[in-house]
């Protein structure tokens, strides 16, 4: 919880589909959720609030090299070095992987 009495929360994007990205290179996202629902009936969830990145990297993986958990060890490097850390597992998603991340 923040001073003001709101929580935060922070989910990585990590895009590794050719579709998605403007060249070879992969690269990951950080963008600032908002919870949505009403906790107390059991239905909130974290979605993505929108608006400016406050992180984006690419990474030195192409989208030919991402097998064997390369280009996710490398986000996580590159997140790492821009002051955020992993709290979650990677989860996959239509156009990569996702995670909760926090301000190191």
Known sequence: MSSTG???HFTAWYTSDRSALDGRFTDVTVLEDTLTGDEEKGD???SCA??????YAVTAVTVDDVDGGRGLEAAAEVLEEGGWRLIGPWQDVTTGSTATVERA
Not at 50 to 55: D, N, R, V
């Open 6 to 8: 709101t929580r935060t």
């Open 44 to 46: 909130a969830a974290w």
């Open 50 to 55: 929108g608006g400016t990145p406050l992180f």
